[in-house]
């Protein structure tokens, strides 16, 4: 589900500049839902002191989501990999200043 700041029923108490910005977004990453929005430019500020981790069952879904994520990302900071823990395990800083870490553990 997606809905901008225009299409929703308040649209007329917001500045035009966040017409076209996100006031709510939720989408399904297997059985986990991620939701977000766009801040104001008043209230944005870059992510600090945290990292979103997806812990992924598929190790092909967990490398298609670190793609889809890496897509112009600020830096990779690990490339998906196996590792002692996991089928496959990678970090990065999408290209909004988000970081993550995607998990596919071993049994």
Sequence with gaps: MKMTFGQSPMAAQFPAEMKDKII????????????????????????QGLTITLDIDDAAEADGVFAALSDKAERVHMPIQETFWAKRFGMLTDRFGTPWMINCSKA
């Design 24 to 47: 709510h977004l939720s989408f399904a990453i297997g059985d986990q839902v991620i939701s977000g929005a766009d801040a104001p430019p008043d209230r944005w500020q870059k992510p």
